[in-house]
């Protein structure tokens, strides 16, 4: 199974960066990469879903040997990459053709059931958390948290309480890389494909991290 996971994180990556650099010469194609409920989206929706049932499947097999803390993140990881599906395909709205409420009709900028859409008071919460928010966290765990894990006892000590994969070199790098070539391309819907890179990563760090004691899929 890790070995096909593996396998499949390299071709959507592959997929990923060359989709990225085809809106410099196929712009038509670019397009329908990262349109609405395009092919991107719909990775970006799966590859969550994966991690969610990944997860509870490791908290299923591991939590009686497990501490308090391991399994409070384990379940929030479980919830939250759920949530993230669900958000992605706007919890099924357009696959069944579900009309949004009038509070979503009215704050939703694409007038649809999702949060992440959602614009309050001119406060656009999918810039604010989902975009802002959550690249300062990411960017500390890419960039630091391996770093901190060697230096620091304190922390090294919250990192095994919790049970959090910590990514290897080659894959912040590769982050990196990603993060740059999006920041190239001239286009808003780039950061769909963004999405689906950053999920992919993740994965990747979750099946085959630095600390391989707490990779998801064990032999």
Known sequence: MEKIIKIVVYV????SFLGATSFYYTDEFYHSLVAEDGIFENITALVLLSISVLFLIRYIKEHKTRGRW????????????????????????????????????????QQETNLHNLEVGGVNINKLIFSQGLVIIFGFYF?????????????????????????????????????????????????ELWEAMFVTILLWVFIEPWNSDEKILKS
């Open 70 to 109: 391991w399994k409070v993140l384990n379940i929030l990881i479980v919830v939250g990459a759920f949530f993230g599906f669900g958000e992605e395909i706007s919890w099924g709205q357009r696959i069944f053709s579900i009309q949004s409420g009038e509070f979503f009709a009215a704050n939703n900028i």
């Open 12 to 15: 959507l990556l592959a997929a």
């Open 143 to 191: 960039v630091l948290a391996q770093l901190l894990y060697r230096k620091w006892d304190k922390f090294q000590a919250l990192i095994d309480n919790f049970g959090v994969q910590l990514p290897k070199i080659k894959q912040s790098v590769v982050m990196l890389l990603a993060t740059g070539l999006v920041l190239m391309v001239p286009d808003k819907r780039i950061w």
